[in-house]
C-alpha cells in the first residue's frame, strides 16, 4: 500500500508535500500530526508557513506531536533554550511560524522511561495520530528508531548509533548527544496516513532499500506498509530507482 511519487528538486517537494498535507487539514481541521525535524522537512515547512500567513491555510486546530528528542548527560531533556533541542527546533520551525496552537511534546521529569509513558498517554488520548510526517535516517531510521527496531518497539530511551551521531553532526557544530528518547514504532506504524519525505542523492541507496527490499528491523523505515503511506521523494535520491 505505498505510493511512491517523484518531485523534481526539493523545492518541488515542498509544494507537493504542503498540497497533501493541506489537503489533509481541509478534510479535518483537527488533524493530529507527527512532526519529524531534520534538514529535509524543512523547506515544506517553510511553504506551509507562507501559506498561513498569505491566510490561505489555517492550522490553528491542528495537534502538533513531537517525534523525537535528545537526551542530556543526566538522561533528561536538553533545555528548551539548548540550540539541540529538537523542540527548540520544532517551535522555530513549525509550531511558531505555521500558528500551532496545540501541541504534544515530551515533557520530562525525573525519569525518561516516565516520560515516555506520558507521551503514550496524550497520543492516546488524541486518538493517535492521523499524519505522521517524517524524514528517513541514512540509516533507515524512523524518529530515533535506529536499527534493529521491530514494529513492536514501543516509546522509549534509546542510544544514538555511531552513524546517526555522525549524521546529526550537521545540525549544530556541537557535540551530539548519545541518547535520545523516540516515538516507538508503534506509535508511527499505527498512524492512519504517513508521508515520508526523502531528498538528496546521499539518501539514493537506503531509499532503494526502503523501496525494494524486504520489510525488517534492520531498516525500519521499511516497516511502513498501510493503506495510507506516500514516499515522496526527489529526483537526486530517486537516481534511477
Ligand atoms: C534524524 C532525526 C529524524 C529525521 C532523520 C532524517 O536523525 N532523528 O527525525 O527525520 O534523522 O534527518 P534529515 O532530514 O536531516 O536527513
Known amino acids: 500500500g505505498l505510493i511512491l511519487r517523484a518531485a523534481a528538486d526539493p523545492q518541488a517537494l515542498a509544494v507537493q508535500a504542503a498540497d ?5 487539514v481541509r478534510v479535518k481541521p483537527e488533524l493530529s500530526l507527527l512532526v519529524a525535524t531534520g534538514s529535509t522537512p524543512m523547506l515544506t515547512y517553510a511553504e506551509l508557513a507562507r501559506r498561513v500567513q498569505a ?3 489555517d492550522l490553528s486546530r491542528v495537534t502538533a ?10 538522561s533528561l531533556g536538553l533545555d528548551d533554550t539548548d540550540q539541540r533541542s529538537l523542540w527548540g527546533w520544532m517551535q522555530r520551525s513549525f509550531v511558531g511560524p505555521l500558528r500551532i496552537t496545540r501541541t504534544v511534546r515530551f515533557q520530562f521529569g525525573e525519569d525518561a522511561q516516565q516520560t515516555c509513558t506520558h507521551y503514550d498517554a496524550q497520543v492516546s488520548a488524541l486518538g493517535g495520530i492521523d499524519l505522521a510526517v517524517l524524514g528517513l535516517g541514512p540509516n533507515g531510521h524512523l524518529g530515533f528508531n535506529e536499527p534493529p527496531s521491530g514494529p513492536d518497539a514501543p516509546t522509549r530511551v534509546v542510544p544514538l548509533s555511531p552513524e546517526s551521531q555522525v549524521s546529526n553532526r550537521v545540525y549544530w557544530d556541537r557535540e551530539v548527544p548519545r541518547q535520545a528518547v523516540t516515538a ?6 499505527a498512524a492512519r496516513a504517513s508521508l515520508l519525505l526523502v531528498t538528496g542523492e546521499h539518501k539514493r541507496s537506503v531509499l532503494r532499500r526502503v523501496l525494494n527490499g524486504p520489510a525488517t528491523p534492520e ?7 498501510g493503506p495510507d503511506v506516500t514516499v515522496l521523494a526527489d529526483r537526486a535520491a530517486l537516481g534511477s530507482a
Open 20 to 24: 497533501l498535507i493541506a489537503e489533509r
Open 55 to 57: 491566510g490561505t491555510l
Open 65 to 74: 506531536v513531537q517525534l523525537d528528542e535528545y537526551l542530556g548527560p543526566d
Open 184 to 189: 516507538g514504532m508503534t506509535v508511527i506504524l
Open 219 to 225: 531498516l525500519p523505515a521499511s516497516l511502513l506498509g
